[in-house]
């Protein structure tokens, strides 16, 4: 079956620009979780959506946004860039956010 | 300011040695605890996962040992290959939904 897919793979965007990124989960996963991950801090937690809904929210600042979709589509936006906004940035899906999370290969994103 | 990177802990080893990597888990609240391979320009694939009451769980050359009472997970590689070479990463859940806590990670590196 085929995984979770993020698009694009690459970006490059200017600082103060906005950014949206998009992530496909595995058919019938129903939760979409979205991390960040930079040399600097590691894997840190961006928010969860289920059934369309945002269920938890990591500490992050309000430029930073999701949404989900009926189909469990989810795109993340950021707007306003800053440098230090350049990272990989990951989702992952699951059935239903009780386990079995399973990662994409990420979107990254380069802020000039 | 300045970032300071990540320094990741190291672990090198022989080609057909078994390999332990260690992690220290952060909330003694974490109910569901999975480890997590990392290779260069991809995102993270699933290993092995294991809940909190269970204290030991075997997969295909992989174990997965849970220490609750000193906050420790670890996991064991039997007869490690060239292609185990990756940054394996432990992830803690405490009954949030899909959001997982990584730790720093640790850099495996498989000597022919």
């Known amino acids: 079956k085929a995984g979770v897919t993020q698009t694009p793979r690459y970006l490059i965007k200017t600082r103060g620009q906005q950014v949206t990124l998009s992530c496909s989960p595995i058919s019938g996963h129903r939760s979409v979780s979205w991390y960040q991950q930079t040399p600097g801090q590691g894997l840190q937690f961006l928010f969860e959506y289920f059934s369309e809904t945002q269920r938890n929210k990591g500490n992050f600042p309000g430029r930073f946004s999701g949404r989900q979709f009926s189909n469990s589509r989810s795109e993340m936006n950021v707007s306003t860039l800053e440098l230090g906004d350049s990272a990989l940035y990951l989702c992952?899906?699951?059935?239903?956010?009780?386990?079995?999370?399973?990662f994409g290969s990420g979107t990254r994103l380069t802020v000039v | 300011g300045e970032s300071v990177g990540l320094h990741l802990p190291t672990l090198s080893v022989q080609e057909g040695d078994n390999s332990i990597i260690n992690c220290a888990y952060s909330n003694s609240a974490s109910d569901y605890f999975i480890w997590y391979k990392q290779e260069s320009g991809k995102g993270p694939q699933f290993i092995i996962d294991?809940?909190?009451?269970?204290d030991k769980r075997q997969g295909q050359r992989v174990t997965v040992l849970l220490n609750k009472t000193v906050k420790h997970l670890s996991l064991q590689i039997a007869a490690t290959q060239p292609g185990d070479s990756a940054v394996y990463f432990c992830?803690?859940?405490?009954?949030?939904?899909?959001?997982?806590?990584f730790g720093q990670g640790t850099e495996l590196s498989v000597k022919p």
């Open positions: 992952a899906s699951s059935l239903k956010g009780d386990g079995g999370y399973t």
């Open positions: 294991i809940r909190s009451n269970m």
């Open positions: 992830a803690e859940n405490n009954n949030q939904g899909g959001k997982l806590i």
